[in-house]
C-alpha cells in the first residue's frame, strides 16, 4: 500500500507559477512510476506528467510544467509555470509500480493503470 499526500495548490493569476509536491509514504519509493492528473469541474480526470527514470507530459504542458523526484525524499513534485485559466483543476498525485529495472529507465513513463492516488489538491487560475 502507497499513502500519497499532495500540497502547494492554490489561487494564482494567469502567467505565474506554482509548485506542487506529494508525499509518499508506505512502499519503496523508487520502485514506483509516479503521475500527476488533474480534474477540471465536468471533465473527465485527465494525464498531466509521468515520472520513473523517464519522463512524459500531456501535450497541453509541455514547455510549461515540469515533474520531478526526490526519491531520497519520497516525494515528486510538479513545477507549473505560464499558467492559464484552462489549467485551473484539481490536481491529483498518482503511483503505480514498475515491473523492472529495464522498465523503469528505458520504457515510456505509463499514462494509465495507476494504482494509488492522492487526495487532491485545487489549482484555481484567474484570468
Known amino acids: 500500500q502507497v499513502q500519497l499526500v499532495e500540497s502547494g495548490g492554490g489561487l494564482v493569476q494567469a502567467g505565474g507559477s506554482l509548485r506542487l509536491s506529494c508525499a509518499a509514504s508506505?512502499?519503496?519509493?523508487?520502485?514506483?512510476?509516479m503521475g500527476w492528473f488533474r480534474q477540471a469541474p465536468g471533465k473527465e480526470r485527465e494525464f498531466v506528467a509521468a515520472?520513473?527514470?523517464?519522463?512524459n507530459y500531456a501535450d497541453s504542458v509541455k514547455g510549461r510544467f515540469t515533474i520531478s523526484r526526490d526519491n531520497a525524499k519520497n516525494t515528486v513534485y510538479l513545477q507549473m509555470n505560464s499558467l492559464k485559466p484552462e489549467d485551473t483543476a484539481v490536481y491529483y498525485c498518482?503511483?503505480?509500480?514498475?515491473?523492472?529495472?529495464?522498465?523503469?529507465?528505458?520504457?515510456?513513463?505509463?499514462?494509465?493503470?495507476?494504482?494509488?492516488w492522492g487526495q487532491g489538491t485545487q489549482v484555481t487560475v484567474s484570468s
Open positions: 508506505g512502499r519503496t519509493f523508487s520502485n514506483y512510476a
Open positions: 498518482a503511483a503505480r509500480i514498475v515491473g523492472s529495472t529495464y522498465d523503469y529507465y528505458y520504457s515510456p513513463v505509463p499514462t494509465a493503470g495507476y494504482a494509488y
Open positions: 515520472i520513473s527514470g523517464r519522463t
